[in-house]
T-cell receptor, first 112, second 111 residues
């Protein structure tokens, strides 16, 4: 039974397109996150939501917009995709402050 | 200097070896320490979670934290080919939702 699930697993698209990635967690956690992992494997936080409220918004282009319809879901919409957006995007969740995060298996985004 | 330093490797060892993976950090406010294992094309999976200094053991894995030296380690005993993965350390202060991750060490255990 998957704890944090992301769809799609792979996303190949052209520059300039708009795309969305969905994330759902069934752990009952209050906090969800989006991370970007680049080719050098660094995990960089993008956004964090706690009970549907945005609590962390790192320096991310405003082409990226997270949406949390309820505390079990955190989606990521990306407008006007650029070559530099190619990366693996991970969704994660945690119970509360300082509790370890549980990750999904990532969405591999490739921009042509 | 990055907040968390971790040698990317790869570290290649024979099956059965004892593996030592390490991270150093500069922020003395870090109190919670984690080790994640990431297989290729998968998400990071939590292995160990410790608070403050000391040791924690779980099966073949032992996590060690030395706050005075700002140094943490993960030991893997009797390493197996299935342990081949990237190991990421992560740490947080008392008041932050967001851990600071190391870049991960790639481990290869060959039969």
């Amino acid at each position: 039974d998957t704890a944090v699930s992301q769809t799609p697993k792979y996303l190949v698209t052209q520059m300039g397109n708009d795309k969305s990635i969905k994330c759902e967690q069934n752990l009952g956690h209050d906090t969800m996150y989006w991370y970007k992992q680049d080719s050098k494997k660094f995990l960089k936080i993008m956004f964090s939501y706690n009970n549907k409220e945005l609590i962390i918004n790192e320096t991310v282009p405003n082409r990226f917009s997270p949406k949390s319809p309820d505390k079990a879901h955190l989606n990521l919409h990306i407008n006007s995709l650029e070559l530099g957006d190619s990366a693996v995007y991970f969704c994660a969740s945690s119970d509360d402050n300082n509790q370890p995060q549980h990750f999904g298996d990532g969405t591999r985004l490739s921009i042509l | 200097q990055k907040e968390v330093e971790q040698d990317p490797g790869p570290l290649s060892v024979p099956e059965g070896a004892i593996v030592s993976l390490n991270c150093t950090y500069s922020n003395s406010a870090f109190q919670y320490f984690m080790w994640y294992r990431q297989y290729s094309r998968k998400g990071p999976e939590l292995l160990m979670y410790t608070y403050s200094s000391g040791n924690k053991e779980d099966g073949r894995f032992t996590a060690q934290v030395d706050k005075s030296s700002k140094y943490i380690s993960l030991f893997i005993r009797d390493s197996q080919p299935s342990d081949s993965a990237t190991y990421l350390c992560a740490m947080t202060t008392g008041g932050s939702y967001i851990p600071t991750f190391g870049r991960g060490t790639s481990l290869i255990v060959h039969p």
